[in-house]
């Protein structure tokens, strides 16, 4: 069975671009989360989809960051526009509903 | 604020020794505790888990201890492999959203050789 899928796995820009992250979750895991994961510290959820609506996006930084689960399957992750703190690792999880979180590789973010 | 600590950053160990990792939390709605496991360029992947209920659960060459009223619990890895060697994660969250999970900071292992 595939795991999480995300892409791009890394991506470089100059601050100010936009940039946007995608995310293929398990087959049939209805739960979608998306963390921003910084040098030195634990993953820190951004959002969490319960199929394609947002429960959760209390850390989510709404000025610049929007995403977006149509049809409750892949989802999409944009910063626009990127400043240099944005630079982290971006990683996708998902789930059945309250079981383990299952994660993708990540994309790992550089903002010049 | 941290609401998970895990205050070694690394640890050593030789091969076939016991690794213990540490986490303290300070939330006392924690109820449910998780450990992950991360390899370089890799996501986190679920290692082992502990209900508020239990003090001890093991799998395998992996125990998680928790000691509630300390607010603390630790990750025993017996005998230690060099493929052991990761990022581990602690990680809680609470029964009436287990979805939320609060990640500390990570503990480096080296496993030696």
């Known amino acids: 069975e595939a795991g999480v899928v995300q892409s791009p796995r890394y991506k470089i820009i100059e601050k100010k671009q936009p940039v946007a992250f995608w995310c293929n979750p398990i087959?049939?895991?209805?739960?979608l989360y998306w963390y921003r994961q910084n040098l030195g510290q634990g993953p820190e959820l951004l959002i969490r989809y319960e199929n394609e609506e947002a429960v959760d996006d209390s850390q989510l930084p709404k000025d610049r960051f929007s995403a977006e689960r149509l049809k409750g399957v892949d989802s999409t992750l944009k910063i626009q526009p990127a400043e240099l703190g944005d630079s982290a690792v971006y990683l996708c999880?998902?789930?059945?509903?309250?079981?383990?979180?299952?994660f993708g590789p990540g994309t790992r973010l550089l903002v010049l | 604020d941290q609401q998970v600590k895990q205050n070694s950053p690394s640890l050593s160990v030789q091969e076939g020794r016991i690794s213990i990792l540490n986490c303290d939390y300070t939330?006392?709605?924690?109820?449910?505790f998780l450990w992950y496991k991360k390899y370089p360029a890799e996501g986190p992947t679920f290692l082992i888990s502990i209900s508020s209920i239990k003090d001890k659960n093991e799998d395998g060459r992996f125990t998680v201890f928790l000691n509630k009223s300390a607010k603390h619990l630790s990750l025993h890895i017996v005998p230690s492999q060099p493929g052991d060697s990761a990022v581990y994660f602690c990680?809680?969250?609470?029964?009436?959203?287990?979805?939320?999970?609060?990640f500390g900071p990570g503990t480096s292992l080296s496993v030696i050789p």
């Open positions: 939330n006392s709605m924690f109820d449910y």
């Open positions: 087959s049939g895991h209805n739960t």
């Open positions: 990680a809680a969250s609470k029964e009436t959203s287990y979805d939320k999970v609060i």
């Open positions: 999880a998902s789930s059945l509903h309250l079981q383990t979180q299952y």
